[in-house]
């Protein structure tokens, strides 16, 4: 339906819908983890390497293709996790949200320092291609919509097939007594290991996604204030299907470009106004309204 409706769609709405599928990515891999009881504040790392790994496809080896800079940004960000993932798969709590933090401001610091990447400015990335072919103009952003479109429904099916498995059912146990997982002959180190690097991937895809879109990368992709979004992002939408994270996603895309239009200088208030009534009135999200309505009505 939106693929059929995007055409008549206006270039600005294309562009919110787009990255709010980018962002909803990053979202749907946070809900992975929240659903294990870890909270990712450093998970504009992946969303960062994924961005830069598609500008690097097209500055250093001419790549524009948008499919190819998602595939780039997956397979960067989850190398990336695997290797940083047996760290932080021994750790919990704070300490998991504290050290993720941590490993991103240190990507931040890195690419601020590095003036082949263009340093605080960053740097702009080819034009977009689709196989090979560059859409006209009046037609690029749909053809990254439509991008965006079937590669988040195939990732999100992909989490709904994994949700299902005995490793991703894993998930409640760890965040309730992970001893008794432990005792029960699951490794709970190595669940959050593949949640971790599940995530990353997802983050990497996003991040590749969004910098096809806005045609611009810079190292405030990997700022604290961009991790915080994605878990406002997640807050809001709720971990109860994987169509939340977009739907949260979307919202939030909605809120923050009508919040700053009507107030440039205040636009925050707004959001962490929304954030505080969904807290109180919705402690599980937005999703949770679908479900009761369902219960009540099935």
Sequence with gaps: MLLAA???????????????????LVALGLMLLL??????FGQALYYCLGAYAAGALGRFMGISDVLAQMLA???????AAFILGFLLAKY??????LLSLALSMILYG???????LGSTDGFNIL????????????????????????????????????????LGRLAPAIKDNEIRVEYMGASARRAVHVKYVIAAVLAGVGGALAATTVG???????FWTTSGEFIFITILAGTGSVVAPFAGALIYGVIHTTAYDLSPNTWQMSL????LLIIVFLPEGLWSMFRRRYARHP
């Design 35 to 40: 659903r294990a009881g870890l909270i990712s």
């Design 127 to 166: 034009p977009s291609t689709l196989f090979g072919v560059r859409p006209g103009p009046e037609w690029v952003r749909y053809a990254v919509l439509a991008s965006a479109a079937i590669v988040s429904l195939l990732l999100a099916l992909a989490v709904h097939r994994y949700l299902a498995t005995p």
């Design 92 to 97: 919990r709590g704070i300490f998991f949200g």
């Design 73 to 79: 940004g997956a397979l960067v960000a989850g190398f």
């Design 272 to 275: 962490g106004l929304a954030l």
């Design 6 to 24: 995007g055409p008549f769609i206006p270039q600005w709405a294309i562009f919110i819908i787009t990255i709010a599928f980018a962002k909803g």
């Design 110 to 116: 890195l690419l601020v320092k590095n003036e082949a």
């Design 216 to 222: 611009h990368i810079d190292p405030e992709m990997a």
